[in-house]
C-alpha cells in the first residue's frame, strides 16, 4: 500500500550534511530552518517559479514551496515568450532568484541567505503523497512546451525505485556535484531529489568549465558522484586534467557512446551510468554504457508497443506517455534504443539518423563538436526535397578537409548542405541543441552571405 505521505528529506539528524557550498557543509537542520523561514516570507502565490543559480537556494526555495502547498514551474527555458505563457497558465506566479539584478518580466522574490540556525527539535515535514510538487514542461525542441504535473509522491518513488541501481542505497551516502542545472529534470531528479531522498548531500555550485569541474570534486567527501553530460565528459577529457578520485559518475541529455564511457571510465576510475528518460515519465531507465547496449527499467516500469509507438507506464510515471525513440522492447525488464523518432532522415530515399550522422561527424580527428540537423526548408525547393545540414567546431580543420572526411563515412545523399563552420554550437544549460537554434544559425549565416 502506498504511504499517504513521505518525509521531505531522509537524512537521520538536524546536524547530517545536506549541502557543500565552497566545500563547506550545510546540516539539515540548518536547511530546513532556512525553507520554513523562506516559507513564511514568501508573498501569497500559488505558483512559483524557482530560478535560483546556487543548487542549495534552489532546493530550499523548492522545500519552501512543499512546505506551504506552493507549486515550483520548472520550464526548461527563461525567454520572453516561455515567460509569457507561464504567465497565461499561471497568473499569479512568483519568481523566486539569487540574483539582484534578474530581469524576468515577474514579481519577484529575492533570496536572501539566513543565518545558518538550527531549529532546537528535530521534526521532518512529511508531504502529501498526492501533493502537485512541481509542474515541468518539454523542452519544446520539436514544438510548443506543454505542462507535466508532478506528485510528490511519484518524484519520490523514482528515487527510492532508481537509487539502488546507483549503488546509493544500502551504503555510505553520496556526495552529488552536477553539471547541469537544478531546474532541469534530469538534474532535478540526479542531485536535488537523490541528495534529499537517499540522505546524501550535493555541491551548491554548478562547474562547467573542466577546471571548475575538477575542483569542485576534489573539494567534496567521498563517497563522491559527477552528475553529467557527454558534453561535459568530452571536455573534461580533452583539456588533459587529472581527475579527482570519483565513485560513480552519471550521464544524460543526450547519447553517450560507449567510446567516450570507456575512456572516462579509465581515467576517473568510476564506473558510468547513463539515465534514460523524459521531462514527461522522469528516469525510467540505466545502463552501464561501456558494457552494455541494453537498458535496464525501473522497477514496476513498463514499456507497451501499440499502433506503432512504445508506451511507459507503471512505477512512478504519472500516466500511460508515448516516448518519442524507436525502442526494441527485450523483455519485462530491457530494451534497446534505436534512436528518436524525430530524429529519422529520409534523403533521396534512403534513410539515416541525425545522431548517427553526427557521431560520424563528431569521430573526425580535429573536431570539437558537431551536430547534424533539418534546415529550415527553402520555399523554392519541391515540397518532397528533404536535405541535411551540420555545423561543427574544429578549429584546425577546413570545409574541404571536413566534407573528405564525412564521404569517407557516411552516404553521399547526407553530405552536410551547408557545413556551417562555427566558433561554438548554441548548446543550452544541459548541452542540449534545440533544433530551432541550428535553424537559426543556419538562417542567419545564410543571410549575411547573401546565400539561398
Known sequence: MSPTSIPLLRHESPDAIVAFREGRPIAAGAFLAAAADLGRSLPAARHVLNVCRDRYQFT???????????????????????????????????????????????????????????????????IPADQIAAIVFTSGSTGLPLPYAKTWGKLARCIRD???????????????????????????????????????????ERPFYPVDITAAIAGLPRPRALVSTPLHLRALLAAGLTIPALDLIVSATAPLTAELATEIERESGAPVLEIYGSTETGQIATRRTAGSRAWQLWPDVRLTARDGQVFAHGGHVEQSTPLCDLIEILDDRSFHLLGRTADLVNVAGKRSSLAYLTAQLIAIPGVVDGAFFVPVSDPAAAADVIRVAAAV????????????????????????????????????????????????????????????
Open 162 to 204: 532508481g537509487a539502488p541501481r546507483l549503488g546509493v542505497f544500502g551504503g555510505e551516502p553520496l556526495t552529488l556535484v552536477g553539471t547541469v542545472p537544478a531546474q532541469h529534470m534530469y538534474g532535478f531528479e540526479s542531485t536535488v531529489l537523490l541528495a534529499l531522498q537517499s540522505g546524501g548531500a550535493f555541491a551548491a
Open 60 to 126: 530550499v526555495g523548492l522545500a519552501a514551496c512543499l512546505m506551504t502547498g506552493r507549486i515550483s514551474l520548472l520550464p526548461s527555458t527563461h525567454t520572453p515568450e516561455v515567460i509569457r505563457r507561464l504567465v497565461d497558465f499561471a497568473p499569479d506566479v512568483l519568481c523566486l532568484t539569487d540574483e539582484p539584478d534578474c530581469n524576468l518580466s515577474l514579481p519577484r522574490h529575492l533570496f536572501r541567505r539566513a543565518p545558518q540556525a538550527v531549529s532546537r527539535s528535530w521534526d521532518v515535514p512529511h
Open 393 to 452: 567546431v574544429a578549429p584546425e580543420l577546413g570545409a574541404a578537409q571536413l566534407m573528405a572526411q564525412l564521404r569517407q563515412r557516411i552516404d553521399p545523399a547526407f553530405l552536410p548542405r551547408p557545413l556551417l563552420l562555427v566558433d561554438a554550437l548554441p548548446r543550452n544549460a544541459t548541452g542540449k541543441l534545440p533544433q530551432l537554434a541550428l535553424q537559426t544559425l543556419a538562417a542567419r549565416r545564410a543571410a549575411n552571405s547573401g546565400a539561398p
